[in-house]
């Protein structure tokens, strides 16, 4: 039972256009939340995260919105540059949890030049 | 940022050998380490949680005596895959969370390739 999705394995978007990332979470006890950033043969780099005190948290190009009702939040990215091309995992955790981290399967963003 | 190291970044063994993967935190003291595994194109899976000076918490499925944990010292964490097998091949990873408050980013390690042949 996956706690944590990612219903889109991947997204190709434009460069200077927005990239939105999304993920779905079904465990009402998470009340934290991460974007990782991953390259092949490399671990995850964190990006962005938000508690779920919030429903925006804005970091220079990166921005993570929280529906707490919907379980749902997304990741937008804007302007998209080439760089930005990776798998990027949502994750999830919470307060009684030791900082453990539950990831969703990924989303591969591609930006085009 | 925090810097996490994990070497070997990739390993080829025989079938039977034993590998041990290292986890070391730079810059900062580790408490707990986490050890995670990923199969190509799914996502993360939350092996065990290494804590220094105690026994690893294992997740339900993940054989502890197959993947012996030892938390060593506030810096370092190793990971044991004994008498490894062809299933057992896949990307490793460890991470760390940075200082004591419960919501704080973890800073992952480059990863272990491990190919069992």
């Known amino acids: 039972d996956q706690q944590v999705k990612q219903n889109s394995p991947s997204l190709s978007v434009q460069e200077g256009r927005i990239s939105i990332l999304n993920c779905d979470y079904t465990?009402?006890?998470?009340?934290?939340f991460l974007w990782y950033k991953k390259y092949p043969a490399e671990g995850p780099t964190f990006l962005i995260s938000?508690?779920?005190?919030?429903d925006k948290n804005e970091d220079g190009r990166f921005t993570v919105f929280l529906n707490k009702s919907a379980k749902h939040l997304s990741l937008h990215i804007v302007p998209s540059q080439p760089g930005d091309s990776a798998v990027y995992f949502c994750?999830?955790?919470?307060?009684?949890?030791?900082?453990?981290?539950?990831f969703g399967s990924g989303t591969q963003l591609t930006v085009l030049p | 940022g925090a810097v996490v190291s994990q070497h070997p970044s990739w390993v080829i063994c025989k079938s039977g050998t034993s590998v041990k993967i290292e986890c070391r935190s730079l810059?900062?003291?580790?408490?707990?380490m986490f050890w995670y595994r990923q199969f190509p194109k799914q996502s993360l899976m939350l092996m065990a949680t290494?804590?220094?000076?105690?026994?690893?918490?294992?997740e339900q499925g993940v054989e502890k005596d197959k993947f012996l944990i030892n938390h060593a010292s506030l810096t370092l964490s190793t990971l044991t895959v004994t008498s490894a097998h062809p299933e057992d091949s896949s990307f490793y990873i460890c991470?760390?969370?940075?200082?004591?408050?419960?919501?704080?980013?973890?800073?992952f390690g480059q990863g272990t390739r491990l190919t069992v042949v």
């Open positions: 465990n009402s006890m998470f009340d934290y």
């Open positions: 991470s760390a969370p940075k200082g004591q408050i419960m919501n704080t980013e973890a800073f």
């Open positions: 810059d900062f003291q580790a408490t707990t």
């Open positions: 290494s804590n220094e000076g105690s026994k690893a918490t294992y």
């Open positions: 938000i508690s779920s005190i919030k």
């Open positions: 994750a999830a955790s919470f307060s009684g949890s030791a900082r453990q981290l539950t």
